[in-house]
């Protein structure tokens, strides 16, 4: 089942704008990933952010958490043609120790026009 | 420093037939992962191995299964294929050592299985 939600499931943005995407989720974390997939291939880890964490910075990429609203924010700055690809959130499910899996939202499809 | 990688890229099968994909992980991690991802949807956890055990399980029924080998190199198989198995099947890897687990998980090109 899923536990994050993207929202929107689609956004086009011109080429310099600033483009952000939201995820939700349903249980306590321990971390929240950010992945970025192009035309449906591997996926590129772009930035984790911890439970205790309210937000990092990588480079153009802005994430915040709320834990107690369950969610969590991705922007990117000063977007380029390149940034066109899906994104998906992940969380963290710790269970029987220190095994862990992730669980993926449906994604957001960003296109960026140039 | 080779990543992850998968084989083969793309594969073909009919219903009824069985698949072996297969996984090297990054060089030093110890924990491969596999995931499926259906078209338009996020991908989804079918199991971890990890010291050539199954760690965790998914939501997939036992037509699924995986191997780990003594170098940390993965298989899963897939039984009795049906339709909805088309899917790209992701393989991630991770390091997890003695002192726990590390979060970030790094993903392979993936396999597209067509079952026709």
């Known amino acids: 089942s899923q536990q994050g939600e993207e929202d929107p499931q689609a956004l086009s943005i011109q080429e310099g704008e600033n483009a952000t995407m939201n995820c939700s989720y349903k249980t306590s974390i321990n971390n929240l990933q950010w992945y970025r997939q192009n035309s449906g291939r591997g996926l590129v880890h772009l930035i984790l952010?911890?439970?205790?964490?309210r937000e990092k910075h990588s480079g153009r990429l802005r994430v915040t958490l709320d834990t107690s609203k369950k969610s969590s924010s991705l922007l990117i700055t000063a977007s380029r043609a390149a940034d066109t690809a899906s994104y998906f959130c992940?969380?963290?499910?710790?269970?029987?120790?220190?095994?862990?899996?992730?669980?993926f939202g449906k994604g957001t499809l960003l296109t960026v026009n140039p | 420093d080779a990543g992850v990688t998968q084989s083969p890229t793309h594969l073909i099968k009919t219903r009824g037939q069985q698949v072996t994909l297969r996984c090297s992980p990054k060089s030093g991690h110890d924990t491969v992962s596999w995931y499926q991802q259906a078209l338009g949807q996020g991908p989804q956890f079918i199991f971890q191995?990890?010291?050539?055990?199954?760690?965790q399980r998914g939501n997939f029924p036992d037509r699924f299964s995986g191997h780990q080998f003594p170098n940390y190199s993965s298989e899963l198989n897939v039984n009795a294929l049906l339709l909805g198995d088309s899917a790209l099947y992701l393989c991630?890897?991770?390091?997890?050592?003695?002192?726990?687990?590390?979060?970030?998980?790094?993903f392979g090109p993936g396999t597209r299985l067509t079952v026709t």
């Open positions: 952010i911890r439970s205790n964490e």
């Open positions: 992940a969380t963290d499910e710790l269970s029987g120790g220190s095994n862990y899996k992730l669980t």
């Open positions: 191995y990890y010291e050539e055990e199954e760690r």
């Open positions: 991630a890897s991770s390091f997890r050592g003695l002192q726990g687990v590390t979060y970030e998980q790094y």
